[in-house]
C-alpha cells in the first residue's frame, strides 16, 4: 500500500459522506475509551492486569501473526508507546509468566517476545469475548453486508495505520493543538 501525503487542512468536510464517518468515528472513539471488551476479557480470564497490558498481548499476537519477530521496539512502535514504556509493560508482563523473553533465530543478540500458555489462554479468552460483541452488534445483517463491512472496515484501517501524524512517534514533538497552522495562530 502507498502512503498518500496527508493533509490536515483539506477540504474534505464539504463530502457529506466523510461527514458521516468521521462522526462515526468520534463515536466509535468514545465507545472504545470505555474499553467494553477489554474490561469484560479482564474480569472473565485475567483479573489483576490492566488494560495497556492486555494491549501488548494483543499486539505480540498480531505481530506473530505477519510473520515477524516481536521484539520489544516492534511493540512499543505497534502501540506507539514510548520504546522505555513499552519494555516496563513488557518486563512486567514476564514476571507475571504471561510473556517470555526467547532469543531471536535471526540475530542471536537480539531477543523476541513470546506468549505463554496463560498468555495465550487470555488472549484467546480476548478475541472470544470480543467476536462475541462483533457478532452481536452484526446478527441482524445480510452476509453479504458483512463481508462488504469486514472488506471496506480493513482497508479503511490500514490507511489509518499508514498515516504519518507530527507527534504520533515518541520522538516526534507533537504541534500546537490541533495542526500548527498559521490559520489558526
Known amino acids: 500500500m502507498t502512503q498518500k501525503p496527508f493533509d490536515p ?10 461527514d458521516r464517518i468521521g462522526e ?6 468514545l465507545m472504545m475509551g ?14 489483576g492486569i490492566d488494560l495497556s497490558q492486555l494491549d501488548i498481548l ?29 519494555s516496563r509493560l513488557v518486563a512486567d508482563l514476564v514476571a507475571r509468566g504471561l510473556l517470555k523473553r526467547d532469543v531471536s533465530q535471526e540475530d542471536g543478540r537480539r531477543s523476541i517476545i513470546q506468549m505463554t500458555e496463560q498468555g495465550d489462554r487470555i488472549a484467546e479468552e480476548i478475541k472470544a ?4 460483541a462483533v457478532e452481536h452488534v452484526v446478527s441482524d445483517w445480510q452476509q453479504a453486508e458483512r463481508e462488504q463491512f469486514a472488506e471496506l472496515f480493513s482497508r ?24 500548527e497552522h498559521s490559520a489558526l495562530r
Open 58 to 86: 494483543s499486539v505480540v499476537q498480531r505481530i506473530h501473526l505477519r510473520g515477524e519477530e516481536p521484539t520489544v521496539g516492534a511493540i512499543a512502535e505497534a502501540m506507539r508507546l514510548d520504546p522505555s514504556r513499552g
Open 129 to 132: 469475548v470480543k467476536l462475541a
Open 9 to 18: 487542512h483539506s477540504n474534505a468536510a464539504a463530502d457529506q459522506t466523510v
Open 24 to 29: 462515526a468515528l468520534t463515536r466509535m472513539r
Open 34 to 47: 470505555r474499553r467494553i471488551i477489554g474490561r469484560l476479557a479482564i474480569a472473565r480470564a485475567a483479573p
Open 156 to 179: 479503511f484501517i490500514e490507511s489509518f495505520e499508514q498515516l504519518n501524524i507530527p507527534g504520533d512517534k515518541a520522538e516526534e514533538p507533537a504541534p500546537p493543538y490541533p495542526f
